[in-house]
């Protein structure tokens, strides 16, 4: 920025500095004001918080406090009127909280200087804590006093009621004596008379005792000196009786009740004295509730003289904020009316020497940018000005000039650079490889490149600028053009119409070209003309690669469906379709052993066979690796799809001559018949599968048609392979574990790891069912490496010289990561590896036999031991004893089944002991069920046996016993 512009700017920024500075000191005038009288009203707030409100809320709650206590010695005196333990009741909630509460009022007086009001509160408390106290004391010993009474007032009723009924039974004595005597005078029927009234009003007597003593309670006290003298007029009335009757019936009995009924009335700690004591009470509790009365006016008065004196404080307090407030709004209002208008003022004087010169400014600039015309210069009043303002005119009138300068050198670069840009567009246009062609918004041509005039083979004098776009069109249909789909319109289209998709044109049948139609932002049209010749020639190659196998040039299974679906829309359930799947039998070995080229080279011989196999209107497709289809569409007949299925096996079944080799392979075949089976495509390949399935497992070379019943069979299988992955991946599978014994001495030198599965619903499932699926879907490694390790982990159980025989599936073999999986197991277990027996058959050794050698040896190394497992039962069982020198032979028990019947099986268990003891092999009989087998095999040399003779294949628990009980014999 200039240094002049610099000075400028400095100056105004001052007097705006200025002007804000003074804003902010009449603003802090104002908030010093607003403060000064808000810490008046807080003062007074803080000052009535602190002290007037918790003094009156102590004092209300010391109030509720009091009312609460004296309600509750009302309510003690009123429970131990009653005497029956109820006081307790009304103390068994605390009465701390109300204690607390006068506390707290004392506490606070106590803190703001009112020491004797603190002290008439505190006595007050203290005297009704202590009163409350000695009534429950009080209700204690009243209430065992009436325990007392009780217990005397049941002695005194059974006394009464044993006196009545002596008096009842004297009654009825009096009677009987009476009548044995003839009553030969007046005066013993006078006597008879006068003892049966004299017992009745001993009988009235004892009913108004009794009456009396039946509503006898403590609280009687107060008319105690009546009911005493009641029962003392009665006790006299009954001796009086006694006395009169004493001469004509025994009275001892009477006497004695008498003198007991009258010690429970009126001895030391009888009835009257009870109620002596318990009016003795009476006067300790009135007194006790004369000082409650007494705390609890003294306290009341306390109470109402603090909460005036609390209210009035309140109210002066209230009456001082509100004065407060008035005056700090007057003087607020005084000071901000000044304020604003001293700032009224000064924007008065800003806006007339700063302002209206900007404004003015700003209308100029204004002026410039609607004309557009630089050249109208800045008003002189504003240029003339001596301070700031005339200073920013001046720089905007150098700038103005500046501008006009730049603009025009700006203008003169702008249409050189447009030139350029054109020369570009136009090279552009020309080296691009589509034709374009530019219209107007009239339909004109604007422009036009040579590949346009290459494509429709005219020359740069047919065509010129100006034409119309029809008249452009006519000229090339009469050069060849011609369009492969007629655009919907009701005029002829041209070249330049507004197509929704692009459109096609031919050109002499020598070229395709492709048209495509935009509109540009000036109303008219771009058009594209492309020669997509070589491209729609790659599609096609590329659509037929799509949909046809590479190798042998048949349809392929994308294409084959769709022949498939077609076929049965067409007959539309009226005519039958027949589909054949077919799959090459033992194909794979030829891959194997000849290699994946010859395997090509027969594949392709195998499809043109098919082709020749076929009729004109019959379908064939290679689905993938050597599976193919046929699919049979005229006069589907059985007769027909049979010998067409015949035919196949029979053309496909002769030798095949490929290079040097002479190859024979057959053919299984899987028929499925369309609407009959299936009317879905996927369906009815599917079901084709299925019957292809069935006709390999029939013997191969060979076809079946699809039946219901093989579908069955297939989700049963595939239901069972869902269950036996389940149960492989929870571990649901068991071992059990069979011995191997010594002859000699018959004791355990092993035991064979044997895999059990028992089914929720199909109960115990073969090994020899589920062991081959495992090995099909690929989950045979992990099976027998779970085996593996349980076994050794089994094994730790038995002692150290009792081994452990594990089966291998041939497929195992061909994991590279066995052997480190046998080294792991090893390993994880502790298990010395020199008790861990591998038995194999021999079809390890018919696969890869280098590799698989190789294997036996590194497991040899590490201390496991190899087995040959059904020994006697392959093809070249000798010759492996030289590739590989085993540790073990098992021979096989269909051979020790038959050795004591048949001299063939005892020869060749001869020969088989006799060899291995001659190359140091052990050996080992399966299936031993008898003794006969037992001494055959021993004098034969055969070193160890296992069978059903010695055990069946049990849990590890068992096996446990069976060590334990041979080791004791």
């Known amino acids: 920025m200039p240094e002049h512009a610099r000075r400028v700017f400095g100056r105004l920024r001052f007097k705006m500095v200025a002007a804000a500075l003074c804003s902010v000191i009449v603003v802090s005038v104002i908030g010093w004001i607003g403060l000064s009288y808000t810490n008046q009203v807080a003062t007074v707030i803080t000052r009535t918080t602190d002290t007037q409100y918790p003094l009156l809320t102590n004092a209300m709650s010391a109030s509720n406090a009091m009312r609460t206590l004296t309600r509750t010695a009302r309510d003690i005196k009123t429970a131990c009127d009653r005497a029956d333990g109820s006081h307790r009741a009304r103390l068994e909630g605390s009465l701390a909280p109300e204690f607390a509460a006068i506390d707290a009022l004392a506490d606070f007086l106590r803190h703001t200087g009112a020491l004797d009001t603190e ?39 059974a006394t009464v009621a044993e006196l009545d009924e002596l008096a009842q039974s004297m009654h009825a004595y009096a009677g009987t004596v009476f009548r044995s005597f003839r009553p030969e005078t007046n005066g013993q029927a006078s006597s008879s008379l006068e003892a049966a009234l004299h017992l009745a009003y001993i009988n009235i007597h004892l009913a108004r005792l009794n009456n009396d003593l039946s509503r006898a309670h403590t609280s009687q006290a107060q008319g105690h000196t009546r009911d005493k003298q009641a029962h003392l007029d009665i006790l006299a009335a009954l001796e009086s009786e006694r006395d009169v009757l004493r001469p004509v019936l025994p009275t001892q009995d009477i006497e004695a009740l008498i003198a007991r009924l009258s010690d429970i009335l009126t001895a030391p700690g009888g009835l009257h004295d009870a109620w002596r004591r318990a009016r003795l009470f009476d006067s300790g509790m009135a007194a006790q509730l004369l000082m409650v009365s007494r705390a609890d006016n003294a306290l009341a008065a306390v109470l109402r003289n603090l909460e005036n004196d609390a209210r009035t404080q309140y109210q002066e307090a209230t009456q001082t904020i509100d004065d407060t407030i008035l005056e700090s709004r007057f003087a607020v209002s005084l000071v901000a009316a000044s304020a604003s208008l001293m700032l009224l003022i000064a924007g008065l004087v800003f806006a007339s020497r700063l302002t209206r010169p900007v404004e003015r400014l700003t209308t100029h600039v204004e002026h410039l940018r609607r004309t557009d015309d630089l050249n109208q210069p800045t008003p002189l009043r504003l240029v003339t000005r001596s301070d700031e303002i005339g200073s920013l005119a001046q720089s905007f009138e150098q700038l103005i000039l500046e501008l006009s300068s730049a603009r025009r050198r700006l203008v003169e670069e702008s249409r050189q650079n447009i030139r350029i840009q054109y020369d570009r567009l136009t090279a552009a246009i020309e080296s691009t490889p589509q034709g374009l062609c530019l219209t107007d918004a009239d339909g004109r041509l604007l ?68 048209v495509q139609v935009a509109d540009t932002p000036e109303g008219g049209l771009v058009s594209v003309h492309e020669d997509i010749t070589e491209r729609r020639k790659q599609e096609e190659q590329i659509t037929r690669l799509a949909h046809h196998d590479t190798l042998t040039g048949l349809a392929n299974r994308t294409l084959f469906r769709k022949k498939l679906a077609a076929a049965q829309a067409d007959q539309k359930g009226e005519r039958d379709v027949a589909l054949l799947c077919l799959d090459l039998d033992d194909f794979k070995s030829v891959n194997d052993s000849l290699g994946h080229p010859v395997g090509d080279r027969l594949l392709i011989q195998i499809g043109e066979r098919l082709r020749h196999c076929l009729g004109d209107t019959d379908r064939v497709a290679r689905l993938g690796g050597d599976e193919f289809a046929v699919l049979l569409t005229e006069n589907v007949t059985p007769d027909r799809v049979t010998q067409m299925a015949n035919k196949v096996i029979e053309r496909l079944g002769r030798p095949y001559r490929v290079a040097t080799h002479t190859i024979v392979t057959g053919v299984s075949i899987g028929i499925a018949i369309a609407p009959r089976n299936a009317s879905d495509p996927d369906v009815l390949l599917k079901q084709a599968d299925i019957a292809l399935f069935r006709a390999k497992q029939d013997g191969r070379s060979t076809y079946r048609y699809f039946e219901p019943e093989m579908d069955a069979y297939i989700q049963a299988r595939r239901a069972l392979e869902m269950d036996l992955r389940d149960a492989i991946e929870h571990e649901k599978m068991e071992l059990y574990y069979q011995p191997q014994v010594d002859l000699d001495d018959e004791s355990p030198r092993g035991f064979e790891a044997l895999l059990r599965w028992q089914h929720p619903e199909r109960g115990f499932v073969s090994p020899a069912e589920f062991v081959v699926m495992a090995e099909e879907i690929g989950l045979i490694d992990r099976l027998g490496n779970w085996v593996l390790r349980r076994a050794c982990q089994d094994a730790l159980h038995w002692p150290e010289d009792i081994s452990i025989a594990i089966n291998l599936s041939p497929v195992q073999f061909r994991n590279e990561a066995f052997l480190d999986e046998v080294r792991n197991a090893l390993s994880a277990s502790g298990l010395s590896p020199t008790r861990l027996v591998l038995e194999i058959t021999e079809g390890v050794l018919l696969e890869d036999t280098d590799h698989n050698l190789f294997l036996l040896e590194a497991l040899r190394s590490i201390g496991v031991q190899i087995a040959m497992d059904d020994f006697g039962t392959g093809y070249s069982s000798l010759g492996y004893l030289c590739k590989f020198r085993f540790d073990k032979v098992k021979i096989d028990r269909s051979f020790v089944n038959g050795m004591l019947t048949s001299c063939d099986s005892h020869a060749v268990v001869h020969a088989i002991c006799g060899l291995c003891a001659s190359l140091g092999i052990e050996t080992i009989a399966e299936g031993v069920e008898s003794s006969q087998q037992v001494d055959a095999l021993r004098q034969l040399g055969c070193k160890q046996s296992q069978g059903y003779y010695y055990a069946k294949a049990v849990p590890l628990a068992e096996t446990l016993d069976f060590v334990e009980r041979e080791g004791q014999q």
């Open 119 to 157: 002290r008439t509160v505190r006595t007050a408390k203290d005297e009704l804590e202590l009163s409350i106290n000695n009534l429950s004391s009080l209700c204690d010993t009243r209430e065992t006093l009436q325990i007392r009474f009780e217990e005397q007032r049941q002695q005194a009723l």
């Open 447 to 514: 422009m036009i490149n040579t590949r346009f005039l290459q494509l429709y083979d005219l020359t740069p004098e047919q065509v010129h600028t100006g034409m119309t776009l029809r008249e452009l069109s006519k000229l090339c249909r009469e050069q060849g053009a011609r369009w492969l789909e007629q655009p919907e319109s009701e005029q002829e289209p041209t070249l330049g119409d507004d197509f929704l998709v692009p459109q096609m044109l031919d050109f002499r049948n020598e070229r395709t070209i492709v």
